[in-house]
């Protein structure tokens, strides 16, 4: 019951965040065309609107890791994977996860030992906004340490369905996603949509 309250609200926060980078993404591009706009006609810059959208780029993408995970989005080769019999399947998914699980841990422990070095030296970025770099820094961590913390969940959870035998379990939530799978998806949203729509249409 626990692992479950975890996993919702792990996958809670993966959207919230998710959602906030596609927000930071937007404004970003606002920012751009207004660079661009403001250089062509007005001979004015910002400064340091490439600089933010580095920083911008870095964190969403961190935190759609997670998201990206959720969603079984990440890109895998499945051609000869589909083809195995289920039970080895559904060992090489498990397989997947725990090495995913390793490699989200190292990235977020690199990325730890980066911001300790930033705060001992007391990094700036050379640049004109002589940014403290351990602010994008932060949000950069946290964003891996989301992803981190819920690729180890997953792994493990993939490993104890795999040791109870749970063969299709494992399979159905850690394979590659199929062209059913994405149809089904779509269906769903659609569906969502259409009854979102017809209620509010109808009168209250």
């Known amino acids: 019951m626990q692992s479950q309250h975890f996993y919702l609200a792990a996958r809670k926060l993966a959207h919230g965040a998710a959602i906030v980078a ?45 998201y990206a995970l959720l969603h079984r989005a990440h890109t895998r080769v499945d051609m000869l994977l589909v083809k195995l019999p ?7 998914n498990a397989v997947a996860m725990l090495l995913l699980a390793a490699f989200a841990s190292f990235m977020l ?3 730890i030992e980066t911001l300790r070095e930033t705060l001992e030296f007391g990094s700036r970025a050379s640049t004109p906004l002589q940014t403290p770099l351990w602010i994008p820094q932060t949000l950069w961590i946290l964003g891996l340490g989301v992803f981190a913390v819920l690729a180890v969940f997953l792994a493990l959870r993939a490993w104890w369905l795999l040791l109870r ?4 379990v494992v399979n159905d939530e850690f394979g ?23 209620q509010r249409r109808s009168p209250s």
């Open 22 to 66: 596609g927000y930071a993404a937007l404004g970003l591009s606002l920012l751009i065309a207004f660079e661009v706009v403001s250089r062509k006609f007005f001979n004015f810059s910002l400064q340091g609107v490439d600089e933010i959208g580095g920083y911008v780029l870095a964190i969403g993408v961190a935190f759609s890791f997670a």
């Open 86 to 92: 289920a039970p080895l399947r559904a060992f090489l």
């Open 109 to 111: 422990w690199r990325a």
């Open 165 to 168: 035998g749970q063969i299709g």
């Open 176 to 198: 590659p996603r199929s062209a059913d799978d994405e149809l089904n998806e779509a269906r769903q949203d659609y569906g969502t949509r259409v009854s979102e729509t017809q």
